[in-house]
């Protein structure tokens, strides 16, 4: 007995499959528990988050160029977590008129505070190597004569 010969037996012989193929039942209770349970638990706990750091942040002590743009990025993820959350909204609401209109304008609104979250996550490091040149009396106006 070789070794195909142990796999052919584990598929075929006497294990049972345990996995079933998803339905579409399945996938709608999962659906269900994510939107319904999951994202308003993890939206809750950012919210939270992010407002007790903008609370220590914004304090006079705390004010420095580092923490401008953490405070920054701190209210667009903030916006975009209650964006978000307020997209998965249930029930009569949803049905109504001026709900589809408010998620189109907010559907867009989400995507604009998540590019503002993006480049405020990358725009720091350049900001901060320009004022190293800056301290450093390397200006980028003025050239040394070549």
Same mark, same amino acid.
């Given at each position: 007995?070789?070794?195909?010969d142990?796999?052919?037996?584990?598929s075929h012989?006497d294990?049972?499959?345990?996995e079933e193929?998803?339905t579409?039942?399945?996938?709608d209770t999962?659906?269900?528990?994510?939107?319904?349970?999951?994202?308003?638990?993890v939206c809750a706990?950012g919210?939270?988050?992010?407002l007790?750091?903008?609370i220590?942040l914004?304090r006079k002590?705390m /004010?420095? $160029?580092?923490?401008?743009y953490l405070?920054?990025?701190?209210? +667009?993820?903030?916006?975009f977590?209650? !964006?978000? #959350? %307020?997209l998965?909204?249930h029930?009569?609401? /949803?049905d $109504?008129n001026?709900?589809?209109?408010?998620a189109a304008?907010a +559907?867009?609104?989400?995507?604009?505070v !998540?590019m #503002? %979250?993006?480049?405020l996550?990358?725009?720091p490091?350049?900001?901060?190597?320009?004022a190293?040149r800056?301290?450093?009396?390397?200006?980028l106006?003025?050239?040394?004569p070549?």
């Open positions: 007995m070789n070794a195909s142990d796999d052919d037996e584990l012989g294990v049972e499959h345990f193929e998803p579409a039942d399945m996938l999962a659906s269900t528990v994510v939107y319904r349970v999951v994202l308003p638990v706990f919210v939270a988050g992010i007790l750091t903008l220590v914004s002590s /004010r420095t $160029s580092t923490n401008c405070m920054a990025l701190s209210v +667009a993820d903030l916006l977590l209650v !964006l978000l #959350a %307020s998965f909204i029930g009569a609401a /949803r $109504s001026a709900f589809h209109i408010y304008y +559907a867009v609104m989400t995507n604009v !998540l #503002a %979250s993006i480049w996550t990358v725009l490091p350049d900001g901060i190597h320009l190293h800056a301290r450093d009396g390397v200006h106006a003025h050239r040394a070549s």
